[in-house]
């Protein structure tokens, strides 16, 4: 198969120009996080996990965890372990005993941690500014696409966990046709609309059963 990045095909080639698309976004993601880290003295993973552990510490103490860290951002336990280390000596995190199983602990934020873990929750919202430029039927079109891809990627085995409606085991999917709310939650017994349609749902669990995935 020919190369995407091979401007000869490219070209004549939609679904290669969306690679090529998607690959260069990737690179803005990049260098946005890269930015943060000159500024906190931060890798940008360190950043990824604060921010994740802001809005993850509500729930489900497994979400939470070094294992669990490791899939999420699909890393071997030992780099995740460094990476928590160097967040512990900075008073930026801590381990709390898990209810239960004292060989299991789950990871905090710090007063400190957090306060710097919602500055730099932002780090991506230029991205969304531009998105929201566009109108809300082109972003209902473009989530659709991005959820499908993402659950396509996922049974090939390349993205390890999501936690998308439409690859949850509650979701029902034109439940209500011909509705404005189409889709039905069976865990909140409530439809929901297309834009309502989540990507990292708390209470997701998966329809099929994946390796790595809670
Ligand atoms: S539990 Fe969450 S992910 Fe699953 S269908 Fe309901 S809203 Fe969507």
Known sequence: MESVFNLATQHRETDSKIVAALERLSQAFRILLWEQTKEHDLS?????????????QQERGSLCRVSRLAREFDLTQATVSDAVKSLEEKNLVYREPYPGDKRVFTLRLTPQGEQLAL????WANVIKENVAQ???KEQEIVLKFLMQLIASLQRGGIITISRMCITCRFFQPDAHPGTDSPHHCKLIDKPLVNSELRIDCPEHEPLIEVKGQE
């Open 119 to 122: 500055k730099l929750s932002t």
């Open 134 to 136: 566009f109108c809300s």
């Open 44 to 56: 940008p993973i360190q950043i990824q996990f604060l921010v994740y552990l802001l809005y993850h």
